[in-house]
Antibody, heavy 115, light 108 residues
Framework: QVQLQESGPGLVKPSETLSLTCSVS????????WSWIRQAAGKGLEWIGR???????LYSPSLASRVTMSLDTSKNQFSLKLTSVTAADTAVYYC?????????WGLGRLVTVSS | EIVLTQSPGTLSSSPGERATLSCRAS???????VAWYHQKPGQSPRLLIN???SRATGIPDRFSGSGSGTDFTLTISRLEPEDFGVYYC?????????FGQGTKVEIK
């Protein structure tokens, strides 16, 4: 049973960089693709991007200029960096494992952008 | 990008009733690569259906998915109390992967 756990600061100042890590347990990080998805309060789900098992990435065009994702197979972790954040980036951030559809989800990490 | 429009926005139903949720895509979804999720308040979404009609592991058979091209449907044959919440469709046939805005299923 694959389990995912997000970690990172819950409060980020405007214009700074949001950084989150997802730790994968119960399975190898090399067996799936890994995505970040976010959800603003009371809103729907927004796919941010994914990192493939060999390390290549694909990002949503709306966020691509500010997003970087990476994979650390030695730690069974993957990460998200989102630069130049504003209040509009305040959301619950989920990490997820996928074959295209998302069959493994973390519990989510609320990140608030505020000074 | 492919825009997914879900209807209705809110569905008020009673336990035991049948629920039919719709997801319409702005263009044809490659190989009908559509998934459905259920989210309860304060929880992560849970995968119900992938490939438009394949139930995920452990999902009861009262959930069924159908459709092709641009029109997809999730049917819950007999609503149980734990089925209330928000349902999302998602397409993964073409990047960027996108979600519908959700259908809220509430108790009448």
């Amino acid at each position: 049973q694959v389990q995912l756990q997000e970690s990172g600061p819950g409060l980020v100042k405007p214009s700074e960089t949001l950084s989150l890590t997802c730790s994968v347990s119960g399975g190898s990080i090399e067996n799936l693709h890994w995505s970040w998805i976010r959800q603003a309060a009371g809103k729907g789900l927004e796919w941010i991007g994914r990192v493939f098992t060999h390390g290549s990435t694909l990002y949503s065009p709306s966020l691509a200029s500010r997003v970087t994702m990476s994979l650390d197979t030695s730690k069974n972790q993957f990460s998200l960096k989102l630069t130049s954040v504003t209040a509009a980036d305040t959301a619950v951030y989920y990490c997820a494992g996928s074959f295209g559809y998302f069959n493994h989800w973390g519990l989510g990490r609320l990140v608030t952008v505020s000074s | 990008e492919i825009v997914l429009t879900q209807s209705p926005g809110t569905l008020s139903s009673s336990p035991g009733e049948r629920a039919t949720l719709s997801c319409r895509a702005s263009q044809s979804v490659t190989s009908n690569l559509v998934a459905w999720y259920h989210q309860k308040p304060g929880q992560s979404p849970r995968l119900l259906i992938n490939g438009a009609s394949s139930r995920a592991t452990g999902i009861p058979d009262r959930f069924s998915g159908s459709g092709s091209g641009t029109d997809f449907t999730l049917t819950i044959s007999r609503l149980e109390p734990e089925d209330f919440g928000v349902y999302y469709c998602q397409q993964y046939g073409r990047s960027p992967w996108t979600f519908g805005q959700g259908t809220k299923v509430e108790i009448k």
